[in-house]
Structures are given as structure tokens and as C-alpha cells.
């Protein structure tokens, strides 16, 4: 540690940090604990401890239809958009092409445009084309938005891996689609976890494409939106983004660790 | 050696003539192969962004009557954006509001991550991940949250009168801009705080030494390294907070009220209830056109800034 008189421990610094994940996380947590509270007024103090709002929300038809729409299009939506990222991915690390810069630039473009502005432009699009707005418009607005982060995901696997490996496997005899599913395949696999893990995430929490695409049935964001309205309705929507909120980090937890595993460098950074 | 960079020359045009030929080829071969596995992903992103923003363009130059478009093509859409007291102001209400959302972001998140950059030495992973976590959570609920706090009956007023502190709600609190403001803040400063620290974290660390060594004090050393050298992350984060926060339309909704309404609540309003979707297209591109030219003007003077001070 010689650089240990630089990097003297910093209290005030170390303070500040533990104040600011407070911050991140003592407003999220209020949504558990009014949960569990046995009023309908979102307000302290708190009254008794009770589960019904659990129970509430099992009962609720609707919800649950919603948030087994938000499963179907969440589902669809990773396995596309990580294969797009996977085909995406290889041609941009694999190959060399003029104009790669650029094409890169233009697929992360959904993570510079304001989500607004693709949903309604898609919006115009589709219903010029005389399309029934559905579940499957949704999909496919969410698969726009999450092909770059699949990329993203998955670029970092096809540079961390040799490509001689795959040249040896042809040499051997193998066809580009076997040497794909026995070597490359196995090799991005943790890759491929993640970025379903993440689009999966992305594509389930997302409120405002699917407010513009979705027809009669709702996601689950676009029907929990719909509930904020009702007072009465409060407690239970509290109780699913409790599940969501305890599910989600489970989810994204264990997408950093997959990814994490097995990478040439352990650390981000490096250092 | 001369001899030998000599007949390197000589032998090196015609090397590359009679190669050139064959490896272009190869090239343009392996070129054609990159872009025909990349065909798929670009022909979905080409059909989900360039063909609907083309088409956003388009209607934004036609005119509602009724239930039925007139599609003559006609600026008088973007006459009306610009003489219509109301749209310029919502739409300078939603720069200013993003733009303070960005600078608050900024500058709450750059201690945290110089924090995990220098004064975190294990487990830097887990202090990442625990930073951006809450990110990944349900972004209606993270908003819906500050409603629950800064809200009439909400944590804050009823904590205070709970204390006897205060007898009436404090009104101020939920319903303004500074409420969206918060918000907004609170849900993106994972954004923020990632490319500050991966500029920080790259910043070689003997040249803090050499500071040190030459006689600079913390805050000199800060000043004149570590601070220039990390303006690239925090012009990034800036930017990426900002662009996307101007289209936001869950915050100003819930918790913006009258005075904190902002752009995107008028542009989806006019794909709803005032169903006038070629105005609600010009908004869009106006709100679109707006955000490009301030990141490019902001972009531009952080430059010179930044060649200023290093």
C-alpha cells in the first residue's frame, strides 16, 4: 500500500457515503413497510402489523392477468433482444468492418432518445400501418430498447474469449453452426444469462412504451399506473411492488454475479 | 539497418500491390460476413427507430381536422410551437427542470463515487452493485415512493406533526417543481455515479504521487488533477440524465401537479385527450431538436473548459 498517505482514510467522506445510500434506499423501503400496515392511509404513525394486503393482492384477477402479460412480453423480449445481441455482438468483435463505429453508435441510439419519443413515433408508425395495438406491439417496442443493453452485455464475453478457439474447431472439421453451439455457445453462455437477466428486468419495469403501445390489456407498470389513482387501491399496489421490488433484486444480483464469474478480469476497473 | 529499411521500401509497394488485392478482398469478404451476421439486429433497429422517426417527422407536417388528418404537408404546427405562449414555456420549464435534476445528480453522486474510486480498497464490486441496485427496481415505484414521503398525509408531514413540530401539512412539499426535481434526482443517480467513477478510477494514480512529491496539498492536488481529469465522466453523467429526464412523464404526473407539468405530459395528452397527434408529433421533435442543441452547446463549452483547465 504505497499509496496509502494519498488515500488516507477520509471520514467525513466515509460518512457521506453511507448517508447516500440512505438516501438510495430509505425511500424505496417505505413501500415494504406501509405494506405491512394495517391502514388505509399511507401515513404515520403505524397502525398493526397485518398481511391482508398480501392476501388482497392474490385475489386480484386483474393484477394478476397484468403481471402474467408482463412475463409474456418480458420473456419474448429477453430471448430476442439477447440473440439480436448475441449476432450484433460477434459481427462487431469478430470482424473486421468499415464503418463499425458508426453502427455501433446507431444501435445504442434507444439509450440517448427519450423513451417518449419512441413510443409515440412507433405509435404513429403502427397505426399508419393499420396495426391493432396489443402485446405485441409492447414486445416489440421493448425489444428496441433492449437490444443495445443486451449488446453491451455481451460484447465483453466475445472479446474476453479467444478466437482461435473457434478456429481450431473448424479446422477440425466442425461447421459454423456446430462450432457455434460446442464452442462459442458454452464459452458466452454466463454472457447470455445476464443480458435475458437484464433486458428481462428492463422490459418488465418499463412504463412509458408500453403506455403507448399496449391495447386492452395492460403490462403490469400501465395497470399499477392505473390504480395509483384509487386510494382504496393503495395498499395492495404496495404489497405487489414489495414482491417486485424483493424479486428484482434477487434477479439483478444474481445477473452481476453470473456475469462476474469466470470474466478474465474479476474486478471492475481492474485495479 | 539502413540496408535493411531500404529494401523494406523498395520491396514494400509491390508487397502491398499484389497483397492489397487479395487481402481487400478478404477484407470486403470479412467485412460482408460481419454485416451479414449483424443483419438481423440492424435491420429490427433500422424498422424500430429510423422508419418511425421518419414517420414522426412526416405527420408532425400534417394538420388534425376532426377525426381525420389533412396531409397537406404544412409547417403550421411548428408556427404554432413557436407563437404559443404555453409550449415554450412548458417546454423551458422541462430544460430548466432536467437541467436541475442533472446538476443536483452530479453533484450528490461525485463524492460517492470518488468515495468507492480511491477510499474503497475491497469489495469494490459489492459497493458498485449496491449503488445501482436500487436502479433496477420498478422506476413507477421508486417515483411512486417519493409520493408516499413528500406527500399532504405522507412520511414528512406526518412525522413532523407526530412530533409536534408543525400543526398543518407543510403544502410546498409534494406538487412543485422542486418536488420533480427530488424525484427525479433520487431515480437516476445510478446513472450518474457510474461513468464518474470509472473516469476517477482510471486516472493514474503516480501522477497523484508526483503531485504529492512536487509539494500539493489534498486540495491543490484535487484541483489540478483529479478534478480536470474526471470532467469527461461528469460531462457523460450530466448528459445522460438530462436527455432522458426532459421526456419523463411518470414524475411530473405524480407528483409535479400544476406548476410542475412538463412537456411530455402535453405531448401525450395530444395523443389522448386533445387527440391532435400532429401537434403532439411537432412537440416532440421540438422537444427532441431543444434537448440536441443544448447537449451540443453544453458539450462544446465543458470542452473548452476542460482544454482550459488541464
Not at chain 1, 445481441?85 to 468492418?97: D, E, L
Not at chain 2, 388534425?64 to 415554450?88: C, M, R, W
Request: with cysteine; glycine share 6%; charged share 10%.
Amino acid at each position: 500500500m504505497s499509496m496509502s498517505y494519498i488515500n488516507r482514510p477520509n471520514r467525513p467522506l466515509h460518512v457521506y457515503a453511507l448517508l447516500y445510500l440512505a438516501f438510495l434506499y430509505v425511500p424505496v423501503l417505505f413501500l415494504p413497510l406501509f405494506s405491512f400496515n394495517d391502514s388505509i392511509f399511507i401515513a404515520f404513525p403505524l397502525k398493526e402489523f397485518t398481511f391482508k394486503w398480501y392476501e388482497v393482492m392474490f385475489n386480484n384477477e386483474p393484477m394478476l392477468a397484468a403481471l402474467a402479460n408482463s412475463v409474456k412480453v418480458g420473456v419474448v423480449t429477453s430471448i430476442v433482444a439477447t440473440f439480436l445481441g448475441i449476432f450484433a455482438a460477434k459481427a462487431v468483435t469478430r470482424y473486421r468492418m468499415p464503418g463499425r463505429g458508426p453502427v455501433v453508435a446507431f444501435i445504442m441510439l434507444p439509450l440517448v432518445i427519450p423513451g417518449i419519443i419512441f413510443g409515440v413515433s412507433l405509435l404513429i408508425l403502427l397505426s399508419e400501418l393499420g396495426v391493432r395495438l396489443s402485446l405485441y406491439t409492447v414486445t416489440l417496442g421493448h425489444i428496441i430498447v433492449c437490444v443495445p443493453f443486451a449488446m453491451v452485455t455481451m460484447i465483453p464475453r466475445f472479446e474476453g474469449f479467444d478466437a482461435s478457439i473457434e478456429e481450431a474447431s473448424s479446422d477440425l472439421g466442425e461447421n459454423m453452426w456446430w462450432t457455434f453451439w460446442r464452442v462459442t455457445f458454452p464459452v458466452v453462455f454466463p454472457g447470455i444469462i445476464a443480458s435475458f437477466l437484464l433486458c428481462f428486468t428492463i422490459s418488465f419495469d418499463e412504463f412509458i412504451i408500453a403506455f403507448f403501445l399496449s391495447g386492452t390489456e395492460p403490462t403490469l407498470p400501465i395497470y399499477m399506473w392505473s390504480q395509483l389513482r384509487f386510494p382504496d387501491k393503495l395498499p395492495g399496489v404496495l404489497a405487489l411492488g414489495s414482491i417486485i421490488l424483493m424479486v428484482s433484486f434477487v434477479v439483478v444480483f444474481a445477473a452481476h454475479w453470473i456475469r462476474n464469474r469466470g470474466m478474465p478480469y474479476k474486478r471492475v476497473g481492474g485495479v | 539497418m539502413t540496408d535493411n529499411t531500404a529494401t523494406l521500401r523498395s520491396t514494400l509497394p509491390r508487397s502491398t500491390k499484389s497483397g492489397g488485392w487479395l487481402s481487400s478482398l478478404l477484407m470486403r469478404f470479412e467485412a460482408l460476413r460481419g454485416y451479414l451476421l449483424l443483419s438481423p439486429t440492424l435491420l429490427i433497429m433500422i424498422i424500430g427507430i429510423c422508419v418511425p422517426l421518419f414517420i414522426l417527422v412526416g405527420m408532425s407536417l400534417w394538420t388534425q381536422h376532426g377525426f381525420e388528418f389533412d396531409k397537406s404537408l404544412t409547417l403550421a404546427n411548428y408556427f404554432n410551437v413557436a407563437e404559443q405562449p404555453i409550449y415554450k414555456a412548458l417546454l423551458a420549464r422541462s430544460i430548466l427542470i432536467s437541467g436541475g435534476c442533472a446538476l443536483a445528480t452530479v453533484i450528490l453522486s461525485y463524492p460517492m463515487a470518488y468515495f468507492v474510486a480511491f477510499h474503497v480498497h475491497r469489495h469494490k464490486m459489492v459497493w458498485i452493485i449496491l449503488m445501482t441496485l436500487p436502479f433496477w427496481t420498478s422506476y413507477l415505484l421508486r417515483v411512486f415512493s417519493w409520493k408516499i414521503i413528500l406527500g399532504y398525509n405522507g412520511v414528512i408531514n406526518s412525522g413532523l406533526i407526530g412530533m409536534g413540530l408543525i400543526d398543518q401539512p407543510l403544502e410546498f412539499l409534494l406538487y412543485s417543481p422542486l418536488a420533480v426535481v427530488i424525484t427525479l434526482t433520487h431515480a437516476w443517480s445510478a446513472f450518474a455515479i457510474l461513468p464518474i467513477y470509472v473516469s476517477l478510477e482510471k486516472i493514474d494514480r503516480s501522477l497523484l504521487e508526483a503531485a504529492t512529491d512536487l509539494g500539493d496539498g489534498p486540495v491543490r492536488r484535487f484541483f489540478r488533477i483529479t478534478f480536470p481529469m474526471s470532467l469527461p465522466g461528469v460531462i457523460a453523467a450530466a448528459l445522460i440524465i438530462f436527455i432522458p429526464t426532459v421526456g419523463d412523464y411518470i414524475t411530473p404526473t405524480l407528483l409535479g401537479g400544476p406548476d410542475g407539468i412538463m412537456l411530455a405530459n402535453l405531448i401525450s395528452a395530444q395523443f389522448g385527450k386533445v387527440n391532435d397527434w400532429p401537434m403532439g408529433a411537432a412537440l416532440a421533435i421540438a422537444l427532441m431538436v431543444t434537448v440536441a442543441l443544448f447537449s451540443v452547446v453544453f458539450v462544446i463549452i465543458s470542452r473548452k473548459v476542460t482544454e482550459r483547465i488541464t
